[in-house]
Every structure is written in structure tokens, then in C-alpha cells.
């Protein structure tokens, strides 16, 4: 499956370009993957990121409004906050900039699957937090004349990613669409943060010759393991 963890990684790492191209990353997943699993030494980039007044209001129109400044732009995206502001697919009648938006489709709001709260009968899961719209974003992107690619597996979106970067001229506004599933990311996120936690408890725990002795004791004895 598709993790949008594996996308931040590829994403942050892959070469895109002989130029260095800004990214800006949605709310709410994008962003926070990105800041939890993208690596540090990978090639700095510029880096945007917003937050609306319901999270993700403007997630489009934003980032048209940035690749029209800044000459090209990368937008990293969710389903949910792109059909949010999918009227932001009318730009490609006005930019001068270039927008390639890679799209995370997980078929909803997949950052409440991190909630405990999907089995609790009290909740409508689907209908209350999730919100499967159950519309297609390549066909509607396709709809305002975008040139767009969809991807069921992470190992060629680097080398997809470059072909959007280069498409022609006269096509301004470009979509890669990556399917994965919630469930699958949130349960992937939770095994690395664990093993996240389990590294930095043996690292931050002292060996034996680090310990410092009690005043008056012997030698020998040490001050008992946090």
C-alpha cells in the first residue's frame, strides 16, 4: 500500500529537477508526515505551509497563488482538502506559474484514524469524521483541462513526479495521484513511532560507567537504573 509516510520520504528525496523546487504541504496530514518522517539530510527545498480556518480551506488556490510568485511549486495534498478548494482548478485560465500537486487519495479524512474512536457505536465514523465524498479527483481535475497521472504504488512516483515537471509549457497545472488506504497509514504510523520511542529509550538510557556513585557508598555501587 501507499503510505503517505513513503510519500513524504520519496518526495522529500527524490530529484525532481536540475532546480530546486519549493514545496508547500496541506493540512493535516502532509504536513505533519512530512515533519515526522522525512528524513534531515535529504536536499533542502523552500517549504510552505498554511493553515486555514477550518484547516484546510484554500489548499488550492494558495498554492496556485505561490507557483504564480514563484515560478514552479510542488503542492502535497490530501483528497479532502483539494475537493475543498477544487474551484482552484480554475487558476490554469490565469497562472504564469507552474503547479504540480501531488494527491494522497485515501478516500477521506484520513487523520482521525489515529483517534480511538472508529469502534465507539457512540460515533458515525464514516459519515462524522472520515467523509469518503465519493468523487473522483483526477476526472474532475481533468474536467478544467489538467494534465493528470494516477499511481496504485510508491517505487516509480519519483520518476512520475519528474515526467509531471516536465510536461509541456501550455499546461500549467499538472496532478499525480497516489492511492493508499486510512486504516493501513494510521497503523503504519503507530508501529514507527514505537519503534521511534523504543530507539531513544536504550539511547538516552546510561551504561554502567556513566552512572554516577552515592556519596559514602562503595565504589562499586551504583545509583538504581531510571
Given at each position: 500500500?501507499?503510505?503517505?509516510?513513503?510519500?513524504?520520504?520519496?518526495?522529500?528525496?527524490?530529484?525532481?529537477?536540475?532546480d530546486?523546487c519549493?514545496?508547500?504541504?496541506?493540512?493535516?496530514?502532509?504536513?505533519?508526515?512530512?515533519?515526522?518522517?522525512?528524513?534531515?539530510?535529504?536536499?533542502?527545498?523552500?517549504l510552505?505551509?498554511?493553515?486555514?480556518?477550518?484547516?484546510?480551506?484554500?489548499?488550492?488556490?494558495?498554492?496556485?497563488g505561490?507557483?504564480?510568485?514563484?515560478?514552479?511549486?510542488?503542492?502535497?495534498?490530501?483528497?479532502?482538502?483539494?475537493?475543498?478548494?477544487?474551484?482552484?482548478?480554475?487558476?490554469?485560465?490565469?497562472?504564469?506559474?507552474?503547479?504540480?500537486?501531488?494527491?494522497?487519495?485515501?478516500?477521506?479524512?484520513?487523520?482521525?484514524?489515529?483517534?480511538?474512536?472508529?469502534?465507539?457505536?457512540?460515533?458515525?465514523?464514516?459519515r462524522?469524521?472520515?467523509?469518503?465524498?465519493?468523487?473522483?479527483?483526477?476526472?474532475?481535475?481533468?474536467?478544467?483541462?489538467?494534465?493528470?497521472?494516477?499511481?496504485?504504488?510508491?517505487?516509480a512516483?519519483?520518476?512520475?513526479?519528474?515526467?509531471?515537471?516536465?510536461?509541456?509549457?501550455?499546461?500549467?497545472?499538472?496532478?499525480?495521484?497516489?492511492?493508499?488506504?486510512?486504516?493501513?497509514?494510521?497503523?503504519?504510523r503507530?508501529?514507527?513511532?514505537?519503534?521511534?520511542?523504543?530507539?531513544?529509550?536504550?539511547?538516552?538510557?546510561p551504561?554502567?560507567?556513566?552512572?554516577?556513585?552515592?556519596?559514602?557508598?562503595?565504589?562499586?555501587?551504583?545509583?538504581?537504573?531510571?
Open positions: 500500500f501507499f503510505f503517505k509516510q513513503k510519500t513524504a520520504y520519496e518526495i522529500r528525496n527524490c530529484d525532481w529537477s536540475s530546486v519549493s514545496s508547500d504541504l496541506a493540512n493535516s496530514s502532509p504536513v505533519r508526515d512530512w515533519e515526522s518522517f522525512a528524513p534531515a539530510d535529504a536536499p533542502a527545498r523552500p510552505f505551509s498554511f493553515r486555514g480556518a477550518s484547516g484546510i480551506d484554500g489548499t488550492l488556490s494558495i498554492a496556485c505561490l507557483a504564480d510568485s514563484l515560478g514552479e511549486l510542488v503542492l502535497v495534498s490530501g483528497d479532502l482538502a483539494l475537493l475543498h478548494d477544487s474551484s482552484g482548478w480554475l487558476w490554469r485560465q490565469q497562472i504564469h506559474g507552474r503547479l504540480s500537486v501531488v494527491l494522497i487519495d485515501n478516500g477521506g479524512g484520513g487523520i482521525f484514524e489515529q483517534l480511538p474512536i472508529r469502534a465507539d457505536p457512540c460515533f458515525d465514523f464514516e462524522l469524521f472520515s467523509m469518503p465524498q465519493g468523487l473522483d479527483p483526477v476526472r474532475l481535475a481533468e474536467l478544467h483541462g489538467v494534465t493528470c497521472a494516477r499511481l496504485d504504488h510508491p517505487r512516483l519519483g520518476q512520475h513526479l519528474r515526467q509531471l515537471l516536465q510536461r509541456p509549457a501550455d499546461q500549467p497545472l499538472g496532478l499525480l495521484a497516489v492511492s493508499t488506504r486510512a486504516g493501513a497509514d494510521a497503523s503504519l503507530q508501529r514507527l513511532r514505537l519503534q521511534v520511542a523504543g530507539l531513544l529509550r536504550k539511547r538516552l538510557q551504561r554502567d560507567d556513566e552512572l554516577p556513585t552515592m556519596a559514602g557508598a562503595a565504589p562499586d555501587s551504583k545509583f538504581p537504573r531510571p
